[in-house]
C-alpha cells in the first residue's frame, strides 16, 4: 500500500553546507529511485561537471527565455548568477509516482514552498559557522571576495531555518544521508498521505460484496 503521487524533497541550506556532498551521497546508492531535479544555471561549468547531469549551463539570454516561458518552477539569481528549477520534468516525475528530489539555495527553496507547499522542506545545517567557512575555504572554488558574500548570506539563510519541516546538521556525510533517507521514508507513511487510497480499498471491496 502507497500513496501514488510522488513526494517533492527540497534539500537546501547554505552554500558550502555540504548540499552537493550529501545529494551526492544519496545518489550514489539511490535505494529509493529518488529523480534528481536538474537545475539551469548561467554559471559557468566547473572541472569535472557535465551539461545536463549536474546542471543544464545555459547562456543569461536563454535563461531569461525560460523565465519568459514560463518553463521555472522557481529561479533565483545567486551570487551574480541565474539558477532555476525547470517544471515539466518535476511534474511528470511526480503524477507518475517518482519522488522528485530538488538540491537548491533558501531564496528558490522558499518560493517552491508557496507554489508546491506539499514539498518536504529539509534544511542543512553546517555543525557551526567556523566549519561552514573552512568547508567554502577547502572546496578552492571561490576567491576571497565571494567566501566572504557566501558567508554574509549564510547568515541570513541560517535565520529562514524556521520555515522548514525538518533540518539536518551536516557533521558526517553517512549521518546525514540516514536523516534525509528516514525523513523521507516517515514521509511515505503518514496517515494522511495513504487514507484515501485505503478508503478505496474498503469501498471496492463492500461494494464486491453487494
Ligand atoms: N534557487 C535555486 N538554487 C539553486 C538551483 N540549483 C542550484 N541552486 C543553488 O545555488 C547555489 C550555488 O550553487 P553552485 O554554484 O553549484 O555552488 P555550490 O552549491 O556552492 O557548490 C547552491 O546553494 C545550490 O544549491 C535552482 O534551480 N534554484
Ligand atoms: N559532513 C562533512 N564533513 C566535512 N566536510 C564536508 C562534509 N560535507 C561536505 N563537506 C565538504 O565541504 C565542502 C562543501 O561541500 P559542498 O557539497 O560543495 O557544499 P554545497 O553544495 O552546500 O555548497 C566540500 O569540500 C565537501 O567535501
Not at 522558499?110 to 507554489?115: L, S, T
Request: with cysteine; hydrophobic share 35%.
Amino acid at each position: 500500500m502507497s500513496d501514488t503521487r510522488g513526494l517533492l524533497i527540497v534539500l537546501s541550506g547554505p552554500s558550502g553546507v555540504g548540499k552537493g556532498t550529501v545529494r551526492a551521497a544519496i545518489f550514489k546508492n539511490n535505494i529509493y529511485n529518488y529523480v534528481y531535479s536538474v537545475s539551469a544555471t548561467t554559471r559557468q561549468m566547473r572541472p569535472g561537471e557535465v551539461d545536463g547531469v549536474d546542471y543544464y549551463f545555459t547562456s543569461r539570454e536563454e535563461f531569461e527565455e525560460l523565465i519568459e516561458e514560463d518553463a521555472l518552477l522557481e529561479h533565483a539569481e545567486y551570487v551574480g548568477n541565474y539558477y532555476g528549477t525547470p517544471i515539466r520534468a518535476i511534474e511528470d516525475n511526480l503524477s507518475k509516482g517518482h519522488d522528485v528530489f530538488l538540491e537548491i539555495e533558501v531564496q528558490g527553496a522558499m518560493k517552491v514552498r508557496e507554489r508546491m507547499p506539499d514539498g518536504i522542506f529539509i534544511f542543512l545545517a553546517p555543525p557551526n559557522l567556523n566549519e561552514l567557512e573552512s568547508r567554502i575555504t577547502g572546496r578552492g572554488t571561490d576567491n576571497q571576495e565571494i567566501i566572504y558574500e557566501r558567508m554574509q548570506k549564510a547568515r541570513e539563510e541560517i535565520d529562514m531555518m524556521k520555515h522548514y519541516d525538518y533540518v539536518v546538521v551536516n557533521d558526517e556525510v553517512d549521518c546525514a544521508v540516514n536523516k534525509v533517507n528516514g525523513i523521507i521514508q516517515s514521509e511515505h507513511l503518514k496517515v494522511s498521505r495513504v487514507v484515501d487510497q485505503i478508503k478505496l480499498q474498503i469501498h471496492n471491496y463492500f461494494q464486491k460484496g453487494e
